[in-house]
């Protein structure tokens, strides 16, 4: 299940396009501002950022630049209403993906991202390994000791999570947003609850608590 940013501030676009995405099976974080962007994208795994670049606080073409100075190959759209050929010129210059103008087809937007994603996937790691457990990123199966594991949607990305950082720790506000996408809500026990299935699918010694804190995978 991919992770998407979206870098957008006017609330009523914002709406449209996480609810558009999670329902094509997305899991999106929203961010407001240009600074928050740029941290969200540095600090965080994500597959692809929707940029605006009309951004408050700091322009989305700074914050492009700086993702790409600090070497990062993440997939970027840029979705702006600035329309003009040098704008669009200034844009893939600076390293976007793709340049999209509002309005926008969603459907369009969508084709463009699996695009992106597609040529992501060409560079990057299609099995993850943790001790017996070996994941396949592109069949979306899972074996622990060589026997098939069945996982859930939500089970398979929140293992993908935690094997993608072996040996980090990485709070339940962390898993929360990247698994689940949600606001981050202290009371909540979802994650403490998904980690007693995988524990129980994948092995016991395979994720580690780190009390007060969150969740890292044992290294082997």
């Known amino acids: ?6 870098a957008e501030d ?4 914002a709406s449209f396009l996480t609810k558009g995405l999670r329902a094509a099976g997305y899991v ?34 700074s914050v492009l630049a700086q993702i790409r100075a600090r070497g990062e190959r993440l997939p970027v759209i840029v979705l702006t209403a600035r329309d003009a050929v040098p704008d669009r010129v200034t844009g ?3 390293g976007a993906d793709d340049y999209m103008t509002k309005p926008f087809s969603f459907e369009e937007l969508l084709a463009r991202l699996r695009a992106r994603l597609r040529d992501r996937g060409r560079d990057t790691p299609t099995t993850l390994r943790a001790g017996a457990v070996v994941m396949d990123l592109v069949r979306r199966t899972v074996t622990a000791d060589g026997q098939p594991v069945e996982l859930t949607a939500r089970e398979f990305l929140l293992a993908e999570t935690l094997m993608r950082h072996p040996g980090q720790v990485l709070s339940r506000e962390q898993l929360l947003d990247r ?11 979802v994650v403490d609850v998904y980690i007693g299935y995988l524990r129980r699918k994948l092995g016991q010694e395979l994720i580690h608590t780190v009390r007060g804190v969150g969740y890292r995978l044992r290294e082997p």
């Open 1 to 6: 299940m991919n992770r998407i940013l979206i």
């Open 10 to 13: 006017e609330p009523r676009i």
């Open 28 to 61: 999106t974080t929203v961010v407001e501002t240009g600074v928050d962007a740029a941290a969200y994208a540095r600090s965080a795994d994500f597959d692809a950022l929707i940029l605006d670049l009309g951004l408050p606080g700091q322009d989305g073409l």
């Open 92 to 94: 893939l210059d600076q």
């Open 179 to 189: 698994v689940w996408g949600l606001a981050h809500d202290p009371s909540s026990n």
